[in-house]
Nanobody, 122 residues
Framework: QVQLVESGGGLVQAGGSLRLSCATS????????MGWFRQAPGKEREFVAA????????YYADSVKGRFTISRDNAKNTVYLQMNSLKPEDTAVYYC???????????????WGQGTQVTVSS
């Protein structure tokens, strides 16, 4: 069982930055791919970024490429999402998730956090 707790969300002006964190429990954290997803009101949950268990491979949605950076610290059982040059369209609830596969398909993620709100004002 893996438990995930996100933090770091908040209100920021367009062009600003936020750093999300996802703390996990469980001794097998380092064996999971970790992903970030987001869901805006009235929209489906969408993939944002993923990082391979070792941290050696990452993948990003086109909408965030060049602005967001995903990373992980296996010693701290934590994954991060650094978000720069934020836009109003980045406003959403952000979720971290864990999967045994390197995937962008949300249905292949086994564990989810409760989410953290990110609001970007124009």
């Amino acid at each position: 069982q893996v438990q995930l707790v996100e933090s770091g969300g908040g209100l920021v002006q367009a062009g600003g930055s936020l750093r999300l964190s996802c703390a996990t429990s469980g001794r097998t954290f380092s064996s999971y791919t970790m992903g970030w997803f987001r869901q805006a009101p009235g929209k489906e949950r969408e993939f944002v970024a993923a990082v391979w268990w070792s941290g050696s491979s990452t993948y990003y949605a086109d909408s965030v490429k060049g602005r967001f950076t995903i990373s992980r610290d296996n010693a701290k059982n934590t994954v991060y999402l650094q978000m720069n040059s934020l836009k109003p369209e980045d406003t959403a609830v952000y979720y971290c998730a864990a999967s045994r596969d390197f995937t962008i398909n949300r249905r292949e993620y086994d564990y989810w956090g409760q989410g953290t709100q990110v609001t970007v004002s124009s």
